[in-house]
Every structure is written in C-alpha cells, then in structure tokens.
C-alpha cells in the first residue's frame, strides 16, 4: 500500500513555456502532499506543502507565482511551472501522507519527475 | 536556520567494509529523524528514530540517535554492491509532516 504516483517522468520544454506535474496517491487519500526539487547530486529542498482544498504553503526562497500547486482532490496534486527557463531544470519530486495517518510515520515519495528546459 | 548536515558527502568503500554515516541538525521543534536510501527515483524508507540511544536494526543495516548531541548515524555491514546509493537523512517537525533533508551521502561499493 501506499503507492504514489508522478507523472511525467521525464519531460522536456522549450523556454517560456509552462509544464504541469502531476502527483496522485493511488491507494489512499493524502490531505497532505510535499514538493521537493533536487538538483544533480543534491538533497531534496523543501518548495511547498499543499493542503487539500486550500492554499499551498511555501517554503522561503520559492516564488509561489512562478511554482503554482493545486490540490483539488484527496489524491492528486498538480506543480505547474510557469514560463519555465532553464534554471528551473532539475528533479522534482512529491511526497503524500495519508489522512489521518500517525505523525509517526514516513512520508511516501513519487517516482519524481525530471524536467530539462531549453 | 534549521539545517540537517550529513557527512562524509561520497564514500568509496570494497564489499565486505563496514561503514558509518553521519548526520547532525539543528532544528527547532524536532519530531523525528529518518534515513532514506535512494538510487535512481523515489527515496526508500530505512528507519524513523525517535528516541535516543534506541538501536533501529534491519538485517545488515542499523542507526541510532542521540538527541542531547542533536546527531544520528548509520551503520552498514558487510556491504555490497547493492549497497551503492545516497543515503538521505531527514528531520521531521512537529504538528505534522514537513520534513526537511540533509546533502546525502553517496556511497559506492566496489565488487
């Protein structure tokens, strides 16, 4: 159980344009899911916290308007980037909790998504 | 500023070594800390530590955390190739889920 799904998983777009990344939670509800990005040979860095049916939370440094998430439904979450250059190349990837699930536990990380602008 | 810092950043090591990697924080409302192994994609969950000085073992793999030093380790033995990875240190907060993580170590086994 607790099968997260990212798609795609690898995707290239020119300059200016906007690429959408989806997250669904195949076998559970998440409230809760994490958007991280990853450059090469890098951590993961926190970008944002999206809560179901709100706003997303983000992290200092991670320009909200450029990174745009939608949480809609208990079991996908969607990270947009907008007018992407190519700084924004990099490995991006989501976590999900399930609802109502014990602090206590691990978060659940999606394959992740590797995104090169040109 | 919270930070999670792990070290050493690579290791190169021959089937059979033990090695030990190290993970320091400072965090403010500290929770938990995980370890994570990740090859190509999605992280993998090893261990969840939360009290000091409690071994969390699982097959040649084990790690222990000491909350007055703010500090935790991983041990593996006998490695083996398969052992090659980054292995991720994270801390969790309290009042829910956020997690931040640390640079990783890379460890290559050689054959």
């Known amino acids: 159980g607790a099968v997260v799904s990212q798609h795609p998983s690898r995707v290239i777009c020119k300059s200016g344009t906007s690429v959408k990344i989806e997250c669904r939670s195949l076998d559970f509800q998440a409230t809760t899911m994490f958007w991280y990005r990853q450059f090469p040979k890098q951590s993961l860095m926190l970008m944002a916290t999206?809560?179901?049916?709100?706003?997303?939370?983000?992290e200092q440094g991670v320009e909200k308007d450029k990174f745009l998430i939608n949480h809609a439904s208990l079991t996908l979450s969607t990270l947009t980037v907008t007018s992407a250059h190519p700084e924004d190349s990099s490995f991006y990837i989501c976590?999900?909790?399930?609802?109502?699930?014990?602090?206590?536990?691990?978060?659940?990380f999606g394959n992740g998504t590797r995104l090169t602008v040109t | 500023e919270d930070k999670v810092v792990q070290s050493p950043l690579s290791l190169v090591v021959h089937e059979g070594d033990t090695v030990t990697l190290n993970c320091s924080y400072e965090?403010?409302?500290?929770?938990?800390l995980l370890w994570y192994k990740q090859e190509k994609k999605a992280p993998t969950f090893l261990f969840m530590l939360t009290s000091s000085g409690i071994e969390k073992k699982s097959g040649r793999l084990s790690s222990i955390l000491d909350k007055k030093e703010l500090f935790s380790i991983l041990n593996i033995t006998a490695t083996q190739t398969g052992d090659s990875a980054v292995y991720l240190c994270?801390?969790?907060?309290?009042?829910?889920?956020?997690?931040?993580f640390g640079a990783g170590t890379r460890l290559f086994v050689k054959a």
């Open positions: 976590s999900a909790t399930k609802s109502g699930q014990n602090f206590n536990s691990p978060l659940h």
């Open positions: 999206s809560n179901e049916g709100s706003k997303a939370t983000y």
């Open positions: 965090v403010t409302n500290f929770r938990s």
């Open positions: 994270a801390v969790a907060y309290t009042g829910g889920f956020k997690t931040i």
